[in-house]
């Protein structure tokens, strides 16, 4: 334990001068602007502590070779080099015990970190299984830096070549796990990404315990430890003697130990999910529905040697998941990795498959080039196939691969009646998209109005009926109320003004609809269009040079309620454009539940006041209220869903939720689980609730100052603290010694 002297002497050094206070200063600085000006936490930040973990990744790149820059050669510099030698303390209890005191004071640092992620916490829930996993990662990721930094200064005499160098060294084991790797000739490419230090604390800071991330960090360290240790016992040992042919024989062994340790664990699977939901886990529902498939399933993952980087953690992610396929439901599926780079046979059984080509940008030393390859999995299920085209990273790749074997194989799926006469949307026309998408999961029938009566199949369970804007016979409106009143289940999708689509103010009431369709068991579709001034999409306009993001309040994202209810997993928002808000009441043997509300910053307009313009000028209100735009109500055997929007399934607006930040997943989630819901089987709602969605962080100006606060204010002011309490502490001990 005599390395613990070393690291209290390292500690008081560092806390006696002004570089411990200084480098505190830059790294809360530095991780400050980063995370709220760089990545615009508080405009485009989302509802969990990654940025926050990734902005702190990027400042230790530069924070950490400052610490171990003067280790050894500031020791040699001053003169103090010799002596540090001739105590009785063993060379690596001297390295071991640097290496603590960095690693102490970078974890004080982390510490100060826990006020920002609390306040986050209060502010929306947190994965705290996976801010701990993020913790560990950051540790883990500025330990590895540490040992690197601390080899370095064994060969300077000074501490800036040895920052330097440094710092040069940690970039390049950093870049590996970004799109930097492109740079990388292809026959190099795994091996350098293996190597990358961001690459696995990616993985970790997911919140997965993986084996190869782990004992990658264990052998980085054991290695640079070796070097280190190296280093300087070679400046001290006579190059003639046996110890030093010994040294260089230990050194060989160990570096040799610590690659092995690396490179022999990447092909062990073995991991620990830490998040809340399991979402990097094989669910429960994928177990159930493939474990009823009658014959075994062979899914073959193809891929390339020569894939871009951004693919790189996404080829690791899909080969883990599909592993998990093979070992959790053995004789059920048959899982294959295939390179396609390998031989012509094999790209040719790929495209035959069905599976697209890929163009890839591949650089070598003296050239760049562009490629084709193949990215994606073929799911064969007796003679007939499916194929995932993948190409870039997809959070829902469980869910498409166990519906498309649930569909291959035949299993039941659910019959869901769509009205199609006298409504505003139709399967054929504004939601084919939804149809496509999600067409074979469901059985979809089209129910027509026929000479003015409806009649609804026996079997039918779930009506889906997308906006009435057409007057119905009250025979039809009685048949849909005794659908209901009998056990049956309806999704209601009602607009009630129609936008002006030329700009002025104002908008069209619809003359007829079903609004007041549940009315009497407490749900009522308003006459009015809901806006949100906090919650909100935003949307870009020209400004005569550029375009300019700006806020627009008719889009409105609101968040669900209650975390737990089984309609809304996996879709904690909604996103909306010109929805109506809904009015909530009471009915005697009915149960309500809103299931989507808006801010306390929200409001309505109605068919005179209504201007939806993007520029127009939004101010708060003394009536702004939180609205509910989504509710479900149950009675009995019957279940209902209301949503104060039908454009919110339509091709258009889907469409356009595909590039802010896949928010159609949302909808689909929403969609699916409702439908489930109502149908009273829901087989599909946990592998939907695992789709991990990009929620945006929209703190208020409170929460904003306590953010600030918490993330510089009062990181900077312990710091300031502790040194001003430490010199005064310092000072009067040194005064009494010199009264004594």
Same mark, same amino acid.
Request: glycine fraction near 6%; avoid cysteine.
């Given at each position: 334990?005599?390395?613990?002297?070393?690291?209290?002497?390292?500690?008081?050094?560092?806390?006696?001068?002004?570089?411990?206070?200084?480098?505190?200063?830059?790294?809360?600085?530095?991780?400050?602007?980063?995370?709220?000006?760089?990545?615009?936490?508080?405009?485009?930040?989302?509802?969990?502590?990654?940025?926050?973990?990734?902005?702190?990744?990027?400042?230790?790149?530069?924070? /950490?070779?400052?610490?171990?820059? *003067?280790? $050894?050669?500031?020791?040699? +510099?001053?003169?103090?080099?010799?002596? !540090? @030698? &001739? #105590?009785?303390?063993? /060379?690596?209890?001297?390295?071991? *015990?640097? $290496?603590?005191?960095?690693? +102490?004071?970078?974890?004080?640092?982390? !510490? @100060? &970190? #826990?006020?920002?992620?609390?306040?986050?916490?209060?502010?929306?829930?947190?994965?705290?299984?996976?801010?701990?996993?993020?913790?560990?990662?950051?540790?883990?990721?500025?330990?590895?830096?540490?040992?690197?930094?601390?080899?370095?200064?064994?060969?300077?005499?000074?501490?800036?070549?040895?920052?330097?160098?440094?710092?040069?060294?940690?970039?390049?084991?950093?870049?590996?796990?970004?799109?930097?790797?492109?740079?990388?000739?292809?026959?190099?490419?795994?091996?350098?990404?293996?190597?990358?230090?961001?690459?696995?604390?990616?993985?970790?800071?997911?919140?997965?315990?993986?084996?190869?991330?782990?004992?990658?960090?264990?052998?980085?360290?054991?290695?640079?430890?070796?070097?280190?240790?190296?280093?300087?016992?070679?400046?001290?040992?006579?190059?003639?003697?046996?110890?030093?042919?010994?040294?260089?024989?230990?050194?060989?062994?160990?570096?040799?130990?610590?690659?092995?340790?690396?490179?022999?664990?990447?092909?062990?699977?073995?991991?620990?999910?830490?998040?809340?939901?399991?979402?990097?886990?094989?669910?429960?529902?994928?177990?159930?529905?493939?474990?009823?498939?009658?014959?075994?399933?062979?899914?073959?993952?193809?891929?390339?040697?020569?894939?871009?980087?951004?693919?790189?953690?996404?080829?690791?992610?899909?080969?883990?998941?599909?592993?998990?396929?093979?070992?959790?439901?053995?004789?059920?599926?048959?899982?294959?990795?295939?390179?396609?780079?390998?031989?012509?046979?094999?790209?040719?059984?790929?495209?035959?498959?069905?599976?697209?080509?890929?163009?890839?940008?591949?650089?070598?030393?003296?050239?760049?080039?562009?490629?084709?390859?193949?990215?994606?999995?073929?799911?064969?299920?007796?003679?007939?196939?499916?194929?995932?085209?993948?190409?870039?990273?997809?959070?829902?790749?469980?869910?498409?691969?166990?519906?498309?074997?649930?569909?291959?194989?035949?299993?039941?799926?659910?019959?869901?009646?769509?009205?199609?006469?006298?409504?505003?949307?139709?399967?054929?026309?504004?939601?084919?998209?939804?149809?496509?998408?999600?067409?074979?999961?469901?059985?979809?029938?089209?129910?027509?109005?026929?000479?003015?009566?409806?009649?609804?199949?026996?079997?039918?369970?779930?009506?889906?009926?997308?906006?009435?804007?057409?007057?119905?016979?009250?025979?039809?409106?009685?048949?849909?109320?005794?659908?209901?009143?009998?056990?049956?289940?309806?999704?209601?999708?009602?607009?009630?003004?129609?936008?002006?689509?030329?700009?002025?103010?104002?908008?069209?009431?619809?003359?007829?609809?079903?609004?007041?369709?549940?009315?009497?068991?407490?749900?009522?579709?308003?006459?009015?269009?809901?806006?949100?001034?906090?919650?909100?999409?935003?949307?870009?306009?020209?400004?005569?040079?550029?375009?300019?993001?700006?806020?627009?309040?008719?889009?409105?994202?609101?968040?669900?309620?209650?975390?737990?209810?089984?309609?809304?997993?996996?879709?904690?928002?909604?996103?909306?454009?010109?929805?109506?808000?809904?009015?909530?009441?009471?009915?005697?043997?009915?149960?309500?539940?809103?299931?989507?509300?808006?801010?306390?910053?929200?409001?309505?307009?109605?068919?005179?006041?209504?201007?939806?313009?993007?520029?127009?000028?939004?101010?708060?209100?003394?009536?702004?209220?939180?609205?509910?735009?989504?509710?479900?109500?149950?009675?009995?055997?019957?279940?209902?869903?209301?949503?104060?929007?039908?454009?919110?399934?339509?091709?258009?607006?889907?469409?356009?939720?595909?590039?802010?930040?896949?928010?159609?997943?949302?909808?689909?989630?929403?969609?699916?689980?409702?439908?489930?819901?109502?149908?009273?089987?829901?087989?599909?709602?946990?592998?939907?609730?695992?789709?991990?969605?990009?929620?945006?962080?929209?703190?208020?100006?409170?929460?904003?100052?306590?953010?600030?606060?918490?993330?510089?204010?009062?990181?900077?002011?312990?710091?300031?603290?502790?040194?001003?309490?430490?010199?005064?502490?310092?000072?009067?001990?040194?005064?009494?010694?010199?009264?004594?």
């Amino acid at each position: 334990m005599k390395f613990l002297s070393i690291a209290k002497k390292e500690i008081k050094s560092f806390l006696n001068t002004p570089t411990f206070y200084v480098v505190a200063g830059v790294f809360f600085l530095v991780t400050f602007l980063i995370l709220f000006f760089a990545f615009q936490y508080l405009k485009f930040g989302t509802a969990d502590t990654t940025q926050l973990f990734n902005a702190m990744a990027i400042t230790m790149t530069f924070i /950490v070779p400052t610490l171990t820059m *003067g280790a $050894f050669a500031r020791e040699k +510099g001053t003169g103090t080099y010799e002596y !540090l @030698l &001739t #105590i009785p303390v063993k /060379v690596r209890d001297i390295i071991l *015990g640097k $290496f603590t005191a960095y690693l +102490g004071l970078i974890s004080v640092l982390l !510490l @100060l &970190t #826990i006020p920002f992620v609390l306040s986050v916490g209060l502010i929306v829930p947190l994965d705290l299984g996976q801010v701990f996993a993020q913790y560990v990662g950051i540790v883990l990721f500025a330990s590895a830096l540490l040992s690197l930094g601390i080899w370095v200064s064994t060969f300077f005499n000074s501490e800036i070549p040895s920052f330097l160098i440094t710092l040069i060294l940690s970039l390049l084991l950093i870049l590996g796990g970004t799109d930097w790797l492109n740079i990388i000739p292809t026959f190099a490419r795994d091996t350098f990404q293996n190597l990358s230090i961001l690459f696995h604390y990616q993985s970790l800071s997911n919140g997965v315990f993986d084996i190869k991330d782990l004992s990658f960090f264990a052998g980085f360290i054991l290695i640079f430890f070796v070097l280190a240790h190296w280093g300087i016992k070679s400046e001290i040992l006579s190059k003639k003697s046996e110890m030093f042919k010994k040294l260089y024989v230990n050194l060989a062994l160990t570096i040799v130990l610590g690659f092995g340790i690396i490179f022999l664990f990447q092909n062990v699977y073995f991991r620990i999910d830490l998040t809340s939901d399991k979402r990097y886990s094989l669910s429960e529902a994928t177990k159930n529905i493939v474990s009823q498939v009658p014959e075994e399933v062979s899914i073959k993952f193809y891929t390339s040697g020569n894939l871009p980087g951004e693919l790189q953690s996404t080829q690791k992610s899909i080969n883990d998941l599909l592993t998990d396929y093979a070992r959790f439901l053995p004789g059920k599926i048959d899982y294959e990795r295939i390179n396609t780079s390998s031989s012509e046979d094999s790209r040719n059984e790929a495209s035959d498959a069905g599976l697209q080509e890929i163009l890839f940008q591949i650089n070598s030393e003296d050239s760049s080039q562009s490629v084709v390859g193949y990215f994606g999995i073929v799911i064969d299920y007796k003679g007939t196939k499916e194929v995932i085209n993948i190409t870039s990273a997809s959070n829902d790749l469980e869910f498409q691969i166990t519906t498309k074997i649930k569909a291959l194989a035949g299993l039941n799926k659910l019959k869901i009646g769509v009205l199609a006469t006298g409504t505003k949307h139709t399967l054929d026309s504004t939601y084919t998209i939804v149809r496509s998408e999600i067409g074979k999961l469901f059985d979809f029938e089209q129910i027509k109005i026929e000479d003015g009566s409806l009649t609804l199949p026996e079997d039918l369970k779930v009506l889906l009926i997308p906006s009435v804007n057409q007057q119905l016979d009250d025979s039809v409106v009685n048949e849909i109320k005794a659908f209901f009143e009998r056990g049956g289940s309806i999704m209601l999708l009602q607009d009630t003004l129609e936008i002006s689509e030329t700009g002025d103010v104002g908008g069209t009431e619809t003359e007829f609809t079903l609004a007041k369709l549940f009315s009497e068991y407490g749900i009522e579709v308003n006459n009015e269009v809901a806006y949100d001034l906090l919650q909100n999409n935003v949307v870009s306009i020209n400004n005569g040079l550029f375009q300019v993001p700006i806020d627009y309040p008719f889009w409105i994202l609101p968040t669900r309620p209650d975390s737990n209810n089984e309609i809304t997993q996996g879709a904690p928002s909604l996103p909306i454009l010109w929805s109506n808000s809904l009015t909530i009441g009471t009915a005697e043997g009915v149960t309500v539940t809103p299931l989507y509300v808006t801010s306390t910053q929200s409001n309505t307009e109605n068919k005179d006041t209504l201007d939806v313009s993007v520029q127009r000028m939004f101010s708060e209100r003394e009536n702004d209220k939180s609205l509910t735009i989504a509710a479900s109500l149950e009675k009995g055997e019957s279940r209902a869903i209301v949503v104060g929007d039908s454009d919110v399934f339509s091709d258009d607006i889907i469409t356009s939720l595909v590039q802010r930040d896949s928010q159609d997943q949302l909808v689909f989630t929403f969609l699916i689980n409702s439908l489930e819901w109502l149908s009273k089987e829901q087989s599909l709602t946990e592998l939907r609730s695992k789709i991990r969605q990009v929620v945006r962080f929209t703190p208020d100006e409170a929460q904003i100052s306590t953010l600030f606060i918490a993330a510089f204010g009062l990181p900077i002011a312990s710091v300031i603290v502790f040194g001003s309490a430490r010199n005064y502490l310092r000072k009067r001990r040194k005064d009494k010694v010199y009264e004594g």
